[in-house]
């Protein structure tokens, strides 16, 4: 088989959603066999639906296009208008998913700050819970998010946060788009991570290298509920097996590996933390994102530097970097020459 790469050698840091399928995925892509999904007879997809919900330890899950679309699908099937779900201050659930809890389910978000570790603390939820009163949207819905910025959320926080949640009559949704790298750095299995959930949205397209798309599990309710929102917002794909036949690739083969990237992130962390403008904090270096807080302005000036040695970075005042399949030990030893050359 020929193997399509990308034309531009570039080292990329921007995100791990840029890896490139791996061929063993571009294998089972073309062989994949399919059929239409929305009748539920794609039996690639119907497979992948399965893997998952065996992996994470769930009744069912769902295949969709993005972790956008698991997210909200969750939030769709746990809540009703009317209800509200609270959620971190810069959770992507919150912040960067265009506000389609609101816009689409008349859902109501209460966000509140994130600690320095990714937590919410439960005082300031417990303070947030509404009464039952007219007045008031309904809390409905926890939703986390691990890792987050790259920090895994300590276990012993999710088994205080579940009692916390059976306690008052809640539900949790974990937007686990980087879930895996939580279980690797842990070194844990899967379900101890995702246990305390109700729902879990995970992606596929991250530093499981899969081109496209996310599930999400949970109970076989549940699940229903969300199939027939997919099916509301346009999510029904058809002959989608050729796109999960990559997403079960990548829960088969490219779980383990994201230990090299946490790795990675390690070593970049070390080559850099002498440059002191940046400012490194080492909180998200147990997965794959190292953090250079650096001001925009110079950010700027790095981005334009960097790009003469043929890396990529989005400038920002903390910039991320974040390490995936695509960079070699290699690239990060790059990385490391390049930014000492620029100060
Ligand atoms: C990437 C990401 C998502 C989903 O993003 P899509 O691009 O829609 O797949 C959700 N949550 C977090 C934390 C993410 O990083």
């Known amino acids: 088989m020929t193997e399509l790469t990308q034309q531009t050698p570039r080292i990329d840091f921007r995100s791990d959603t840029v890896t490139l399928p791996t061929s063993a995925?571009?294998?089972a892509m073309a062989a994949a066999a399919v059929g239409d999904d929305v009748y539920g007879e794609d039996p690639t997809v119907n497979a992948l639906e399965a893997l998952a919900a065996d992996k994470l330890g769930f009744e069912a899950a769902?295949?969709?296009?993005?972790?956008?679309?698991?997210?909200l699908l969750a939030l769709l099937a746990h809540c009703e208008r009317g209800d509200e779900y609270i959620v971190g201050q810069q959770a992507h659930t919150y912040k960067y998913e265009g506000g389609g809890a609101a816009i689409l389910g008349s859902i109501q978000p209460q966000p509140?700050?994130?600690?320095?570790?990714?937590?919410?603390?439960?005082?300031a939820i417990e303070a947030a819970i509404k009464p039952d009163d007219f007045h008031f949207a309904k809390t409905r819905l926890i939703a986390l998010e691990n890792t987050v910025s790259g920090k895994v959320l300590p276990l012993h926080y999710l088994a205080t946060m579940r009692e916390f949640v059976d306690n008052r009559g809640l539900t949790m949704h974990l937007d686990g788009a980087r879930v895996f790298n939580a279980s690797v750095a842990l070194g844990v299995n899967i379900t101890e991570v995702v246990q305390y959930f109700d729902s879990v949205s995970v992606c596929l397209s991250k530093g499981l290298c899969a081109p496209v798309g996310s599930v999400l599990c949970g109970s076989a309710g549940l699940i229903q509920r969300a199939r027939r929102w997919r099916k509301v917002l346009g999510g029904g794909m058809r002959q989608a097996g050729f796109i999960a036949a990559a997403g079960i690739v990548a829960l088969n083969e490219n779980v383990e590996r994201l230990a090299d990237d946490h790795n990675n992130a390690k070593a970049?962390?070390?080559?850099?933390?002498?440059?002191?403008?940046?400012?490194?904090?080492?909180?998200?270096?147990?997965?794959?994102?190292?953090f250079l807080n650096c001001g925009a302005a110079v950010a700027n000036e790095l981005a334009a530097h960097l790009l003469k040695h043929d890396i990529l970075i989005s400038p920002a005042d903390h910039v991320r970097l974040v390490l995936h399949?695509?960079?070699?030990?290699?690239?990060?030893?790059?990385m490391i020459a390049a930014c000492r050359e620029f100060f």
């Open 25 to 27: 995925m571009r294998q």
């Open 62 to 71: 769902l295949f969709a296009s993005s972790g956008t679309q698991t997210n």
């Open 112 to 123: 509140l700050e994130f600690r320095d570790d990714g937590t919410l603390s439960l005082s």
């Open 268 to 290: 970049l962390f070390d080559g850099l933390r002498s440059l002191e403008a940046f400012n490194l904090t080492n909180e998200s270096v147990r997965t794959n994102m190292v």
């Open 325 to 334: 399949k695509d960079i070699t030990a290699n690239d990060v030893d790059t």
